[in-house]
């Protein structure tokens, strides 16, 4: 819109355009720079128009889609070789826990089967991470098992696979659709503590479950709630047949292998390599094992008469590839299932692929991963699989075994071929006990071992009691329910954090770095031990450190507000409209509690005052005034000090809202109203976003208030300046001569080891540098430092290059750091001071004239 337009438009709304919140600042400081920098706010089409993808995006867009394209034209022998071992070893390890899983799921084993084919298939194209295998895993399993259980009593009259099916249908549109608009973030939500409570809980259901199966025990239902299983095993224990035999001696088994490699492995590390496969091949061992002694103790013998329970017939092939039914009744009754389903597909996934990601030195995208395992959930169903996702005991074994790229996948997908068309038969003599085995020690390694448990109590106690109630309801519950549960006591516990933030307000104290007995920069002067000896021009700087010491410094190093009247406040959770009450409330709270109302008599009677604030009792007011005192100000605290400026932290705000702008102007004027007739000044100091700079301008905030009844006062601006030249310029080479010096002063020190570390054997660690804070008599209120002189050194560099100003001189009041800040704030308070004609008093009672208008850090000032 022209700029006539747009001025008649706003004319005839009524609209303030506040065009003047790009005019540069009262300050002569631009002229002294050789760029002027104005800071323009953002505009909404320039949001607008970063969200549209450029051409080159789009390409790029369609390409990650198919990330095998990036390094297939790359493939090698060596590579093949990595991947064949891995693939044939996953394949090996897949064919039996397919077929367990699949009887967690209420399915037939080749159900099982069919899901590991086509995960393994398929992954490979869309695939991020070489070590992750998609397939049916024992959470995913137990889960569907549930759903089908469920709705066998309300859908009759469709099988169980069909039911199944649907749910992979279903479950994988959602992930893809996550993952096509790239919301793959969404998964960092969920907080570790609520996935491990939800992969122990499940792991103990999942147990619980399969103990009866593996002892032979029937007559009850191991889908109710695993405290009801496991009393109505022991109840059953009399019960117990001979499939105990072939269970029990076959969990046994697999633990004392993995025990026996794990003890060899070490006792022989030349043979980790041949080890680990041994160690890897234990459940195909144990399945052959038992099914050969199955088969000889069953051979010739009919169904009804067989000793224990087989899987009996197992079809060869595809046998129920078709097209899914997925109906409207169908999907009606799966949709309460679907949010579990989702959690569970992706939680395990990402979690284990970005977690061997970090171990084998490459980063996943989830959203792509989400794309792998949508496409995986959506083509299965049309072979027969039902949900399947990541595993983590058999990505493990991958990784280990040497695979090279996600092309495995291709090979594991061959083996489990040649199992659904050429084992079948041997199928038949598999014992249910011995699978059940199988999963109870395929899932045990899911149970978060007690020594992680107290890891998280070191780190967050709260979350360990959150872990305790995951696990509790999951075991008394269903695992859905142990998911749901879980996931919002983390939310509510972020959320209580923000809500109820409140942020602390700093102190500032001059520090030293000290390396070996030296202060760094300043090496001819050594430290005594505990005290300083070096020169007032040492290099200190400042520090703000929390007034209560609630970081955990040291509780000796004196800090205080860094000016009578000037507070400095840092948000801790940020600052939005869930904690921006609570957090100015308190900063309003403390405010009050440590400074005093500027004007005395703002209530000359004692009916002139609010029912909030009745000031002292009538018998407090007497004895007041028959001391003499003013009965205006007989409840007043004239020691305190009157309220000059705010300096508001931003260092850990990314964001602001209406809101929580709107709370910081009522507190603003609350405060004006407080100061009358003076004004506070708001300084905000390491403020990041350009849009929240747009939003605080737009509020009033970032430039100065200018006081009516004082026109001819003139705002010192104080900004800092950067030096521009890159690797030529004066501060660079100031820079190499300083690094230069430092290694001259190092070598001096080595050739004087032995003395230095005889001397330091009385103190702490000579290696480290440590900060070493100082309150000395020299120290003073006002923003300068100790090393003032070399400050005024490089501020004389500076004015023989180009020197720009960092922030826009049209805001003024935001600053680069908050020791600019205080200087600001400072040499205002001082100046209005002057003007008021008031005398500033002596330094150790309150602080005097100051020169905080003098930069430090390479800060510029004018007037």
């Not at 992954?123 to 070590?131: G, I, N, P, V």
């Not at 399969?210 to 009850?220: K, L, T």
């Not at 032995?754 to 001397?759: I, K, Q, S, Y």
Request: neutral net charge.
């Amino acid at each position: 819109m022209a700029p006539r337009a747009r001025h008649v438009v706003a004319k005839a709304l009524g609209i303030n355009l506040r065009e003047d919140l790009e005019k540069p600042g009262a300050s002569t400081f631009s002229e002294r720079t050789d760029h002027t920098f104005v800071e323009e706010s953002p505009q909404v089409l320039e949001y607008l128009t970063g969200l549209v993808p450029s051409r080159k995006e789009s390409y790029h867009y369609v390409l990650s889609l198919f990330p095998f394209v990036s390094w297939i034209g790359h493939y090698n022998a060596q590579w093949f070789l990595g991947d064949l071992v891995a693939g044939i070893t996953i394949g090996a390890v897949v064919v039996p826990q397919g077929m367990a899983y699949a009887k967690l799921a209420n399915l037939p084993v080749e159900f099982g089967l069919y899901s590991s084919f086509m995960g393994v298939l398929i992954y490979w194209l869309f695939a991020t991470s070489k070590d992750i295998t998609i397939g049916p895993v024992a959470v995913m399993s137990q889960l569907t098992g549930g759903i089908v259980a469920d709705l066998a009593k309300t859908l009759p009259e469709y099988p169980g696979h069909v039911i199944a099916s649907a749910l992979g249908i279903l479950a994988g549109a959602i992930v893809l659709f996550i993952g096509l608009i790239r919301c793959g973030w969404i998964v960092d939500v969920i907080s570790l503590t609520a996935l491990s409570a939800f992969m122990t809980g499940s792991a103990l259901n999942i147990v619980v479950g399969q103990i009866p199966a593996m002892m032979g025990i029937s007559g009850f239902s191991t889908r109710d709630a695993p405290y009801l299983v496991f009393i109505h095993t022991l109840q059953g224990l009399p019960r117990t047949t001979l499939d105990a035999a072939m269970g029990l001696t076959a969990l046994t088994m697999l633990y004392a292998i993995r025990a026996v490699c794990s003890y060899s492995a070490k006792r022989w590390p030349k043979h980790q390599r041949l080890i680990f496969f041994l160690s890897t091949l234990r459940t195909v061992f144990v399945i052959l094992l038992y099914t050969m002694i199955s088969w000889l103790v069953n051979r010739g013998l009919p169904k009804d008469q067989i000793k224990f329970k087989l899987l009996l017939d197992v079809p060869r092939g595809f046998q129920h590839a078709a097209v899914p039914v997925l109906n409207q009744r169908i999907a009606s009754h799966l949709a309460g299932y679907l949010p579990a389903t989702v959690i569970v597909l992706l939680i395990e996934h990402i979690a284990i692929s970005k977690s061997f990601g970090r171990v084998n030195n490459y980063t996943i995208n989830p959203s792509q991963e989400m794309v792998a395992i949508g496409v995986s959930n959506m083509l299965g169903p049309f072979l027969g699989g039902y949900p399947a996702t990541g595993s983590f005991s058999r990505t493990a074994i991958k990784s280990k075994a040497g695979v090279r790229t996600p092309f495995a996948g291709v090979i594991t997908a061959v083996v489990v071929l040649l199992a659904i068309y050429a084992l079948p038969a041997v199928f038949y003599y598999i014992p249910n006990a011995s699978l059940a085995a199988v999963i109870i020690h395929a899932v045990g390694d899911l149970i978060t071992p007690p020594n992680t448990i107290y890891q998280f109590w070191l780190v967050s106690p709260l979350e360990v009691f959150i872990f305790f109630v995951g696990v509790i309801v999951t075991v008394f519950s269903t695992i859905e329910n142990g998911i749901y549960c879980t996931v919002c006591l983390s939310a509510a516990m972020l959320l209580f954090r923000i809500l109820r933030a409140k942020g602390r307000f700093l102190g500032r104290v001059r520090v030293a770095s000290v390396l070996d007995d030296h202060v760094v920069g300043d090496d001819f002067r050594p430290i005594a031990y505990g005290t300083f000896t070096g020169s007032p021009e040492a290099p200190f700087r400042n520090v703000f450190l929390p007034i209560t010491h609630a970081d955990g410094s040291n509780p000796e190093v004196e800090l205080d507000n860094p000016y009578p009247g000037i507070f400095i406040y840092r948000f801790s959770e940020g600052f939005n409209y869930t904690n921006a009450s609570h957090s100015l409330e308190y900063m309003t709270e403390y405010i009050f509690a440590h400074t005093r109302r500027t004007n005395l008599t703002h209530f000359e009677r004692q009916g002139d005052r609010p029912w909030n604030d009745p000031g002292p009792s009538r018998k407090k007011l007497k004895a007041a005034v028959a001391a003499g005192a003013n009965a205006a100000t007989a409840d007043v605290d004239t020691s305190k000090p009157t309220l000059k400026a705010i300096i508001l932290d931003f260092s850990s705000v990314n964001h602001v809202d209406i809101t929580s702008v709107q709370q910081l102007i009522d507190v603003r004027n609350q405060l004006d109203r407080y100061a009358s007739p003076d004004t506070v000044d708001w300084h905000i100091a390491c403020i990041s976003n350009r849009w929240a700079k747009r939003a605080l301008a737009a509020a009033g905030f970032g430039y100065p208030t200018m006081r009516p009844d004082v026109p001819h006062l003139r705002w010192k601006s104080i900004f800092s300046v950067a030096e521009i030249g890159g690797a030529q310029s004066a501060a660079a080479a100031a820079e190499l001569e300083d690094n230069e010096k430092e290694l001259e002063s190092l070598h001096r020190r080595q050739s004087h080891a032995p003395d230095l570390e005889a001397g330091l054997s009385k103190g702490g660690d000579q290696s480290s540098p440590v900060e070493t804070a100082t309150a000395t008599a020299t120290e003073e209120y006002h923003g300068t430092s100790a090393a003032a002189p070399h400050a005024r050194a490089a501020g004389c560099t500076l004015n023989s290059g180009r020197t720009v100003a960092v922030h826009g001189i049209n805001r003024p009041l935001f600053h680069v750091d908050l020791t600019s800040a205080l200087q600001s704030a400072i040499a205002n308070v001082e100046a209005r001071a002057e003007v008021d004609g008031n005398e500033l008093p002596a330094v150790g009672e309150q602080p005097k004239k100051s020169d905080s208008g003098e930069a430090t850090d390479t800060s510029g000032s004018s007037s």
